[in-house]
């Protein structure tokens, strides 16, 4: 839908954005039909081209997850000392973010391969924002938190992200209204103004994962306690905690729906800080092992943020090891390799249905997964894919590959196994979101024949170097460009 500023839904720059009611905030939309879908500023090439059908074998390393990079590149503006983060993921969507810090003047740096050093000036250049790089992503709603310290006049660009229906920023708007923070929009642009005070108590009317960020970048430089409750106690909210932690923040309450922090009004401290590996990039690896039938190696498992995930697919047969655990590098969240094994066309589809939830359910960003498991599972396999408005239609492009899958309306949807997949007629267009678009590329390399995905930004916005890395296993997949 088109923003029109002579409707209320749109414009909350009237008096409704003092008492934005609930209602308002549900209709406020993001401004996904006005982003830049990226692809013009990928550092990769646009299409993949894949031999599928092949028994794939090894082991593959886990990366540390989009979702909490982000939230860290945010939070480091929130610093005035040196910030390090090892082990950061090289993809897409962390290359915006830098794109939108380094347009502020902010200095960042590779210093090798996964570490990157983050200077900032005493003072930012808010009105220099990349806008391109910013509205290609959901992420960019975090600046809110970490510039309304310093700052109380600023624009960001709308935000964009996977387009999976309307997704609202409702809940940003009104946990932010509690510390003097307004939001309004204006065209494409949030404009923010700041009169800045401590709420005390912060509830949050949907327990999402960037609004729990939002709100804690909030609270970390407020010096008063604040209070979260309804928060999200997911994956991404962990490490940017424990990155808060480093810096001097206190906070209790983590891995819960409570927080309970307190903020320093300046930070400037020497910080070097290890995300988490990606425990959606294990999902991703673990239905790639399921689908090819192979026996694959996953290091590095943040096991415990998939444990439902897991204890669903051991009771659909699927037999796997769980070989060592130990500590990631941050100190703080228990990893194990995991040998997943080859099945042998043994799965059962599940008798209940599978579907999302808030930590410690099956993860919603997990769900995807499940689609191209219950495949090849004997059996029907409904999925409930309640959280997001429109993701579910994209799962059907599955039935271009021998998929028996039927949406019975835009949220539910069955799955009939097994599958002898088969490659598609022509050439498939990447849907504009990444899990979705990932399970189609994992649909295609159990496919026998060649196929030719186009456009995979999407994709490239999440999983680091994922040709090259799926190459390593004995799959056959390039990066191609749309000429070729
Ligand atoms: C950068 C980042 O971390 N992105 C993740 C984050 O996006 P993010 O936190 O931005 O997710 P959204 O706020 O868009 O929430 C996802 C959907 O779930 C709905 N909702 C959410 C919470 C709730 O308590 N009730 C409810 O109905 C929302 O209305 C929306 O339709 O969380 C999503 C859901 O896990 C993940 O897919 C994204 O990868
Ligand atoms: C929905 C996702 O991303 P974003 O929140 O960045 O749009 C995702 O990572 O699956």
Redesign the pocket.
């Known amino acids: 839908m088109k923003p029109d500023n002579s409707d209320l839904r749109f414009d909350i720059t009237n008096s409704a954005h003092e008492t934005l009611s609930q209602e308002l905030a549900?209709l406020l939309p993001?401004c996904a039909e006005e982003q830049d879908p990226g692809q013009n500023i990928s550092r990769h090439k646009t299409d993949l081209h894949i031999e599928g059908g092949r028994q794939l074998k090894g082991e593959i390393t886990l990366k540390t997850?989009?979702?909490?990079a982000?939230?860290l590149l945010c939070a480091s503006l929130l610093n005035h000392g040196v910030t390090r983060f090892l082990e950061f993921p090289r993809i897409e969507?962390v290359f915006r973010i830098i794109e939108v810090l380094r347009s502020l003047g902010v200095r960042v740096e590779w210093t090798d391969n996964s570490t990157i050093e983050i200077r900032r000036p005493e003072s930012l250049q808010l009105n220099n924002i990349n806008n391109r790089s910013a509205k290609a992503?959901?992420?960019v709603?975090?600046l809110i938190g970490a510039l309304m310290h310093e700052n109380d006049d600023f624009k960001i660009p709308c935000?964009g992200?996977?387009e999976?229906?309307?997704?609202?920023?409702g809940?940003?708007v009104d946990a932010l209204a509690e510390f003097g923070v307004h939001v309004s929009r204006k065209g494409n642009v949030y404009r923010v103004a700041v009169d800045k005070r401590s709420p005390g108590e912060v509830t949050?009317?949907?327990?999402?994962?960037?609004?729990?960020?939002n709100i804690l970048l909030a609270a970390a430089r407020t010096p008063e306690e604040t209070v979260i409750q309804?928060a999200?106690a997911?994956y991404?909210?962990q490490d940017l905690c424990f990155f808060l932690q480093g810096l001097g923040v206190d906070i209790e309450g983590i891995g819960t729906p409570l927080l309970r922090i307190k903020g320093l009004n300046r930070i400037e401290k020497g910080i070097a800080y290890a995300a988490t590996e990606d425990p959606?990039e294990a999902m991703f690896f673990i239905a790639v092992a399921v689908t090819t039938n192979s026996e694959i190696t996953i290091r590095r498992l943040p096991f415990r943020w998939i444990s439902l995930e897991l204890l669903k697919l051991k009771k659909m047969g699927l037999r796997y090891t769980i070989a060592r655990t130990f500590k990631a590098s941050n100190g703080h969240i228990d990893l194990a390799d995991l040998i997943v094994h080859r099945h042998e066309g043994s799965l059962k589809a599940l008798p209940d249905k599978i579907h999302?939830n808030?930590w410690p359910g099956i993860?919603?960003?997990s769900l995807p997964y499940f689609v191209p498991i219950a495949a090849v599972a004997e059996g029907h396999t409904f999925i409930h894919d309640?959280?997001?408005?429109g993701?579910a239609v994209h799962f059907r492009e599955m039935a271009k590959l021998g998929v028996d899958i039927e949406l019975a309306d835009s949220h539910r949807l069955y799955v009939r196994g097994p599958t002898k997949f088969h490659k598609p007629e022509g050439e498939l267009v990447c849907p504009p979101a990444?899990?979705p678009a990932s399970v189609l590329l994992i649909g295609l390399l159990a496919a026998s024949g060649v196929s030719v995905m186009r456009n995979v930004y999407t994709i490239h916005r999440?999983y680091e170097d994922i040709a090259a890395r799926l190459s390593s296993l004995g799959a056959r997949v390039r990066e191609i460009s749309d000429n070729e």
């Open positions: 549900i993001t997850s989009k979702n909490a982000v939230a969507e992503t959901r992420s709603l975090m935000a992200g996977c999976l229906g309307q997704r609202t920023v809940p940003h949050l009317h949907e327990a999402g994962n960037t609004v729990t960020n309804a999200s997911d991404m909210v959606i999302p808030l993860n919603p960003d309640w959280m997001f408005e993701r990444l899990r999440g």
